[in-house]
């Protein structure tokens, strides 16, 4: 097995590629170790002295170091070693009883709009920098977006969603008014820090 990597624009970000399918589907993040509880490969990848986060694509894993002091270096080998004896294993890399249930379908016409543009056009671009954007509401023409993986720290991540993610909404969807990144609790908890 041989793994290859592929910086990405937040220099705290490494998109390693396996040169195998890591999810069949969809994408996964995880921003510690507890949240990795339905992944055999994000908790054995939490085990490396200085991974903050983990995040799984169809055929990446982008790894976030926890400081930006730590050199990639320190944390490389570790990361490689990991990647392969998880493969040989012949674990799941998702247990699949705890995969992620899919969207409904009950969207209005605009709002399918947006989805099928994030699916489409937006996200693969994303992923190839080792990160991923999720739908997370539209409201009164502000599309709420959660950015992933290397995004969620990137120092150009807001230049991305107004200048990339906003204009292309809007010269597709005319109701779009503006775009805004929304996170979670723990991730409001982090910056605040």
């Not at 995880?30 to 054995?44: G, T, V």
Request: charged share 25%.
């Amino acid at each position: 097995m041989f793994v290859q990597t592929q910086d990405t624009p937040n220099p705290n970000s490494i998109k390693f590629l396996p040169g195998r399918t890591v999810l069949e589907s969809g994408t996964m993040n995880f921003d510690s170790a507890r949240e990795a509880y339905c992944s055999p490969l994000a908790r054995q990848l939490f085990r490396v002295d200085g991974v903050k986060s983990v995040f799984l694509g169809s055929n990446f894993i982008t790894i976030t170091r926890s400081d930006a002091n730590l050199e990639w270096k320190l944390i490389k080998p570790d990361v490689f070693a990991a990647i392969m004896d998880f493969f040989t294993s012949g674990l799941p890399v998702v247990n699949e009883d705890s995969k992620p249930n899919a969207d409904t379908d009950d969207d209005d016409e605009v709002v399918s709009m947006i989805k099928e543009l994030l699916d489409t056009r937006i996200r693969p671009t994303v992923q190839e920098d080792g990160g991923d954007v999720l739908y997370r509401g539209f409201d009164d023409g502000v599309v709420k977006l959660k950015l992933q993986g290397s995004c969620t720290s990137c120092p150009s991540s807001i230049v991305t969603l107004k200048s990339g993610i906003q204009n292309m909404l809007q010269f597709y969807i005319p109701e779009v008014e503006s775009v805004e990144q929304v996170k979670d609790e723990e991730e409001e908890m982090d910056a605040k820090v």
